[in-house]
Structure formats: structure tokens, C-alpha cells
């Protein structure tokens, strides 16, 4: 039995409400179509090196930039299947400084440190509040206790996984390189590179702050620009996989190979605002259960925009939600502040 909270579009419609308001009130230049700087928040994904598929463009030697990003994902998942049980219900927050410079040609070095935590959410009301005022099922979040956070996950009774605390503290560091491929440095950029990352357990695994494994992880990322009558569009994508040594989160179950990709798309109509699109998915990251949470391909939708307040600063507000139901969060808000030097 499947007892499941579906936020679907209607719950994007005040995060793109306050993008719209946001673009009404800006007048700058200097925007550029890339991906979202973000990845599955799920309180079990977000442990493990999954990168976001990043610029297929490198900063160039002796440049770079720093990004503050801020996932804040709503979590509420019930699911049994025979002698399985799990419970994911809270919110969990990541923030993250991602740098990264230009160490010589066509060659990037980066790092990131994030903070994350979990906690109750404090979007419970108003999630409920949404559902009830348009009559929407509600999947049981309403027989649950409100600004909860509880992550567990039974086995014939046996509590295998259980998180009831709210924490926050330094997460997985990742270090990180990459290697321009192709760019032909024209007015419309077509670009290709290969990225590669480092993520190294120094994060507390107990309390769900990292994952307590090595994980490496390297991929393709590629873009394409194109001048419209109306500004320009770009599509972008990436693809590539990541090794995993045995962590500390249901070792008996974690797989140490996944795989990962996505795809997406953006359109420029002024040089101050891009909206953009994004489907990004990934294998699972255990194996041996029949619930979708922990060993079903994730797949979710990221839809948004970038306002750029100068030639240096933009700032990304986006919304993500579970296209395949139960593998990632309800829904998460993302924004990521850039700013290039």
C-alpha cells in the first residue's frame, strides 16, 4: 500500500509567481542560459556525490566564480511493500559554496562545502493549506504529525534506517576539475566538456549530513546557443556515472556503481532574464527492496529562470518536482547566486 502527498503543478504557481514579480521589478543585463546548479534532495540521495550537470563552459585561465546555492526540499513519503517499511517526512536544507577558477587552458579546478540540514518543515501548513483550499488529495499527509522530521526505514520490524532529529553541519566536500573539449567561441557558443568530481566523507553519516563513502564521479556536459528573432535559446544536456566505495547508510543494500544525466532547455527574450527547463535523472543507489524510494531510477522536472543583475551577478530561482513519484522530493525551491570574478 502507497500512502503518497503529490504536490504537481499547481504547488509551482507561487515560487513562479514570485519569479514573475521578481523580473517585473529588474532592469540589468547580462544573462546566460546554463543549468540548474542542483541535484535529487532527497534526504537518502543528497548524502551520496551526485553532481549537478554544471556549464559546458570553463572559466577562463586566471577568472572564476563563486555560487551560494540554497535547496529547500519538503519531504513526505509513505510506502510498505511486505515486510518494508519507510517514512520520509521533513524538510532538509543544503547550502553550498561552489568555487571554481581557471588554473590554465581549457582547464578548471573547483570546490565545493556545503552545510546541510534536516529539521520539520516549515512548509507543512502551507502545503496543506494549497491541497485544501483546491480540493486536492492530501495522501495522507494530514494523519501525520505536522513539522515533523522523521526518515525511517523498517525491515521485518527492524528499524534499519532511522533519523528523528533535527541537525544542521558541514556535509560531503567535493573537489572538483575539469577539461574544456570544444568551444568555437562564437557570438552563439556550442561547447563541450568533461567534468570530473571528488567527494569525500566529512560529513556525519548518522545524522545524514554526508554518507560516509568516497565517491567519484565523471561526465559529459555540452551546450548549444542559438540567436532568435527574439533573444537566443540554448539546450544543454549531460550524461556520465559514478563509483561509489561502501558507505555507512544501509551498507548491505548501497549499489557502488550509478549512472546519471539530464537535459534541458533555455530562452533569453532580453539580456537581463532566461527562463529555463530541466529534466534530470539517475539510477538507484540501492538495491534488494521493492520500494521505489530506495531502488526505482529518479527522474524530476526543474522549471525556472535566471535574473542577471549586472554583467557578474545573476541569481537562479527555480522549482523541482518528482516526475517519477516517490524517488526525490515532493518539491524543492532552488536558488543559486552567482557571481564571477
Not at 544543454?236 to 549499489?255: E, K, S
Request: a negative charge; glycine letters at 14%.
Amino acid at each position: 500500500m502507497i500512502q503518497r502527498n503529490r504536490i504537481g503543478a499547481h504547488a509551482s504557481a507561487p515560487f513562479l509567481c514570485m519569479f514573475m514579480v521578481l523580473t517585473a521589478a529588474c532592469s540589468c543585463l547580462g544573462a546566460e542560459i546554463t543549468p540548474f546548479y542542483t541535484s535529487n534532495q532527497s534526504p537518502i540521495v543528497q548524502i551520496f556525490g551526485l553532481p549537478a550537470a554544471e556549464s559546458a563552459i570553463l572559466s577562463p585561465v586566471g577568472k572564476g566564480k563563486g555560487t551560494l546555492i540554497l535547496d529547500i526540499a519538503n519531504n513526505f513519503s509513505v510506502n510498505r511493500q511486505g515486510a518494508e517499511e519507510i517514512l520520509l517526512d521533513g524538510e532538509s536544507y543544503r547550502t553550498t559554496l561552489a568555487l571554481r577558477y581557471g588554473i590554465a587552458d581549457r582547464l578548471e579546478a573547483g570546490l565545493d562545502v556545503p552545510v546541510v540540514g534536516h529539521a520539520g518543515g516549515i512548509f507543512d501548513s502551507f502545503i496543506e493549506g494549497w491541497h485544501e483550499f483546491f480540493s486536492l488529495p492530501e495522501g495522507g499527509r494530514k494523519d501525520e504529525p505536522r513539522d515533523r522530521v522523521l526518515y525511517r526505514y523498517q525491515r521485518g520490524g527492524e528499524n534499519r534506517l532511522l533519523n528523528a532529529d533535527s541537525s544542521f553541519g558541514i556535509g560531503d566536500i567535493r573537489i572538483s576539475g575539469a577539461w574544456q573539449l570544444y568551444n568555437d567561441r562564437q557570438q552563439n557558443p556550442r561547447a563541450v566538456a568533461l567534468r570530473g568530481s571528488l567527494k569525500l566523507p566529512t560529513g556525519e553519516s548518522g545524522r545524514l549530513h554526508g554518507s560516509g563513502s568516497t565517491d567519484f564521479s565523471l561526465w559529459l556536459t555540452g551546450s548549444d546557443d542559438y540567436a532568435l528573432a527574439f533573444g537566443h535559446a540554448t539546450l544543454f544536456g549531460a550524461a556520465g556515472g559514478m563509483v561509489m566505495t561502501g558507505g555507512d547508510i544501509l551498507p548491505g543494500q548501497q549499489r557502488k556503481i550509478a549512472g546519471f544525466g539530464s537535459l534541458g532547455a533555455g530562452w533569453s527574450p532580453l539580456d537581463w532574464i532566461a527562463f529555463k527547463a530541466q529534466l534530470s535523472g539517475h539510477t538507484p543507489f540501492f538495491r534488494g527492496s521493492g520500494l521505489r524510494e530506495l531502488s526505482s531510477a529518479a527522474l524530476q522536472l526543474l522549471i525556472g529562470g535566471t535574473l542577471a543583475f549586472s554583467e557578474r551577478i545573476s541569481l537562479d530561482i527555480g522549482v523541482s518536482e518528482d516526475v517519477a513519484v516517490g524517488t526525490s522530493p515532493d518539491i524543492a525551491l532552488h536558488l543559486a547566486l552567482r557571481r564571477q570574478f
